[in-house]
């Protein structure tokens, strides 16, 4: 079984999005979450990507390009050619 190991920073919200990073995983490409990061297959740390979209894309995963990185979170945009797919 392949592994992850996720390291959330920050409030509640943020471990609230770390699960459902998890589930996504687990349910689309078979992961299973460690908190070892040496046994983990990807190791992902949480980050906010905030980005213009429809209130349709709320508690979604979607594709984004990521132009410029802040402290704490990213600034992003729609991955256009893969949005309009």
Same mark, same amino acid.
């Given at each position: 079984?392949?592994?992850?190991?996720?390291? =959330?920073?920050?409030?509640?919200?943020?471990?609230?999005? %770390?699960?459902?990073?998890?589930?996504?995983?687990?349910? =689309?490409?078979?992961? %299973?979450? =460690?908190?070892?990061?040496?046994?983990?297959?990807?190791?992902?740390?949480?980050?906010?990507?905030?980005?213009?979209?429809?209130?349709?894309?709320?508690?979604?995963?979607?594709?984004?390009?990521?132009?410029?990185?802040?402290?704490?979170?990213?600034?992003?945009?729609?991955?256009?050619?893969?949005?309009?797919?």
């Amino acid at each position: 079984m392949r592994r992850v190991h996720i390291k =959330t920073l920050g409030c509640r919200v943020n471990e609230y999005d %770390s699960g459902k990073m998890l589930e996504v995983l687990a349910a =689309t490409e078979g992961y %299973s979450a =460690t908190d070892d990061p040496a046994e983990a297959d990807k190791s992902e740390c949480n980050r906010w990507v905030n980005f213009p979209g429809d209130a349709r894309l709320i508690d979604q995963f979607v594709e984004v390009d990521v132009p410029q990185a802040m402290q704490n979170s990213y600034r992003g945009r729609m991955a256009v050619d893969r949005a309009e797919a």
